[in-house]
């Protein structure tokens, strides 16, 4: 009896000295960037422009049309998520549509890929919002995905705090500002998850293409990949 108090006391005496922080290796903050690869430029131009900065995001396909950029990114530490087979809104759909564009495509990049896919990102933002009448696709998510993003637009009350998510829905409707929208608030936004503490998540649509989809400079572009080293 006596050998068995000393043991718990050891042990309590043992978990005073722990620290825990609220990310990893007692960084500031967290911010996470995403890609989708409707175009080549999140392809051509932001993996290679990550690479060099041993920098790592998140990158969202819709058909497996070239499966290998995908392989070897994911070889080089980048995540591979689902952006749904043909991109249709999904609140128009029916459940069984729903089903073949997210869980049946899935399953359709794993065994193409030879890897999971738990990340999930929203054509069009349509279906993370919190509305009740969106939870039956959010729930169809959650049967093969982890967390899924939606897009906003970048607020001066943009809420970047660490208890972003209070429950498991919470990480069905995360959500995620397109960069191009916010290069003029950029900065401050930044500041605001380091000084809260807190994350966000940014979403890249085209890069160094004039005249692509919410177009990002690439000097803008790797401006921001050398302020987050």
């Known amino acids: 009896k006596s050998l068995i108090i000393l043991i718990l006391l050891t042990n309590f005496s ?15 903050g967290a911010i996470s960037l995403t890609f989708v690869t409707s175009n080549n430029s999140a392809i051509n131009t932001g ?6 900065r041993d920098l790592v995001g998140t990158f ?3 058909d497996l049309w070239n499966k290998s950029w995908a392989i070897s990114a994911h070889e080089n530490g980048h995540e591979i998520g689902n952006h749904t087979k043909n991109h249709f809104s999904l609140p128009s759909l029916t459940a069984d549509s729903l089903n073949k564009e997210i869980t049946v495509f899935n399953q359709e990049l794993e065994n193409a890929l030879g890897f999971p ?38 607020t001066e009350e943009g809420d970047y705090s660490y208890d972003f998510a209070k429950s498991d829905r919470d990480y069905l409707q995360l959500k995620t500002v397109t960069m191009s929208d916010s290069m003029k608030t950029y900065h401050d936004d930044f500041r605001k998850v380091l000084n ?19 177009n990002i400079d690439l000097d803008h572009f790797t401006d921001i990949l050398d302020d987050l080293l």
């Open 14 to 28: 043992f978990a005073q000295n722990y620290t825990i922080g609220k990310w990893y290796n007692f960084k500031k």
């Open 47 to 52: 993996i290679p422009k990550m690479n060099e």
């Open 60 to 62: 969202f396909m819709t």
């Open 117 to 154: 896919i738990k990340t999930f990102i929203y054509p069009y933002g349509h279906g993370g919002q919190s509305d009740s009448s969106m939870f039956d696709i959010q729930d169809t998510i959650a049967q093969t995905h982890l967390a899924a993003l939606s897009t906003e637009k970048p």
């Open 196 to 214: 809260s503490g807190g994350f966000m998540t940014y979403l890249f649509q085209t890069i160094g293409l004039e005249g692509g989809w919410e």
